[in-house]
Every structure is written in structure tokens, then in C-alpha cells.
T-cell receptor
């Protein structure tokens, strides 16, 4: 099946710094990628929909200026957590869809810990 | 709107026991239904899916049947193994929501020898 690679798989950063997470579709082009956040013992909540060449669409309650999403090419979307705080510590997962297909392929996830 | 309601866990079973994890949904339009599995420290992996009513998805001994009349997609396995210990997510997507996924809360399964 198609492969989505997410990097890094884990990161620890200090409060106030920014962290960039990459999501790459390795063997297909993805016009749309999704970013999810998973809180401990909870399900995945959609944060935003990333569209190649245009601005991301954010879900209600997600701060656009804090979670910057860039989808510069058909194989790469990035999520930057700016001025991170401990409450941003979470598991972030991206997914990408093959065009005209409903199945999503998920990255391995990134565990962010802000200290 | 679209939503998924999933049986809460955690679930603890002995090896070779029968497993059922209930999942029901509400959706606008005609959803595709999925079960994803998340092993400790890893991302989500597709376990099985069904795209229309009465379809049965199956993989690795797991099965789930798309029941439109009861809006359900219950996951079953006849004989669980220790290696099945993971968190299981029921999910749906519809074409009219641009392939966005809606997930249940997840059910943690622990299988003991």
C-alpha cells in the first residue's frame, strides 16, 4: 500500500520554542493531507485540512497562528507548533489520501513533549 | 452530521477468547467504514474496511460487517492472541466531506496469556 512518512517520531522541546513536523507521501501525490491530534486515552481530533498550494482549513477551536500548516508540494505538508507550551504536548498524526480514493494512509505519528 | 460511537474500554481478555468491539455511526450520505489499529508507540494502521451496505471487511482473523439497518460496524475475532493487544478505532469517511475521517474514541484491548 501507499506509504506516508512522518518525521520526527518524537521530539522534546523547551517552552517558547517552535517545532516543525513533516509529513511526506512517499509513493503517491496527495493534494490533501490532514493533521490530527490525539490526547492521552482519547481519540484523534482533526486539527486542519492541508491543501496543496492554498491555505489550510482549520477546525473550530484550533489556533491558526499557533499551528502553522504549509503544503508546498504534492508530497509534503508541514505542521509547525509555534511558541510551544506544555499543554501542546500530544501525539500528532498526519494522513494523506490518494486522489479519487477514500482510503487514508497515516504517518507514524509524532510525540511532542514540551518541557 | 457525522459521528462514530464506539464501545469504551479497556477490554481485557484471555488468549483465544472471542472479541467483540461495538461501533455505531451517524452519517450524512453514504459512508465508508473502517477499523484502524494502533499498537503501542506507533501510528494507525488500517485493519479492515467496508464501503457499502452488507459488505464484510476481514483481515488477520478480524471481521466487521457494514449494517446499514442498524448503522453498525462491530469488530469481531474468534480467537484473540497476545499480539492483538492494541487500541482499535472505528472510523468513517464520506465523499462529501472531502475524505476527512471521523473517529470513535478508541478501545484499548489487552490480551493476557
Amino acid at each position: 500500500g501507499a506509504v506516508v512518512s512522518q518525521h520526527p517520531s518524537w521530539v522534546i522541546c523547551k517552552s517558547g520554542t517552535s517545532v516543525k513536523i513533516e509529513c511526506r507521501s512517499l509513493d503517491f501525490q496527495a493534494t490533501t493531507m490532514f493533521w490530527y491530534r490525539q490526547f492521552p486515552k482519547q481519540s484523534l481530533m482533526l486539527m486542519a485540512t492541508s491543501n496543496e498550494g492554498s491555505k489550510a482549513t482549520y477546525e473550530q477551536g484550533v489556533e491558526k497562528d499557533k499551528f502553522l500548516i504549509n503544503h508546498a508540494s504534492l508530497t509534503l505538508s508541514t505542521l509547525t507548533v509555534t511558541s510551544a507550551h506544555p499543554e501542546d504536548s500530544s501525539f500528532y498524526i498526519c494522513s494523506a489520501n490518494i486522489r479519487l480514493d477514500t482510503e487514508a494512509f497515516f504517518g507514524q505519528g509524532t510525540r511532542l513533549t514540551v518541557v | 452530521g457525522n459521528s462514530v460511537t464506539q464501545m469504551e474500554g479497556p477490554v481485557t481478555l484471555s488468549e483465544e477468547a472471542f472479541l467483540t468491539i461495538n461501533c455505531t455511526y451517524t452519517a450524512t450520505g453514504y459512508p465508508s467504514l473502517f477499523w484502524y489499529v494502533q499498537y503501542p508507540g506507533e501510528g494507525l494502521q488500517l485493519l479492515l474496511k467496508a464501503t457499502k451496505a452488507d459488505d464484510k471487511g476481514s483481515n488477520k482473523g478480524f471481521e466487521a460487517t457494514y449494517r446499514k439497518e442498524t448503522t453498525s460496524f462491530h469488530l469481531e475475532k474468534g480467537s484473540v492472541q497476545v499480539s492483538d493487544s492494541a487500541v482499535y478505532f472505528c472510523a468513517l469517511t464520506t465523499a462529501n466531506t472531502g475524505n476527512q475521517f471521523y473517529f470513535g474514541t478508541g478501545t484499548s484491548l489487552t490480551v493476557i496469556p
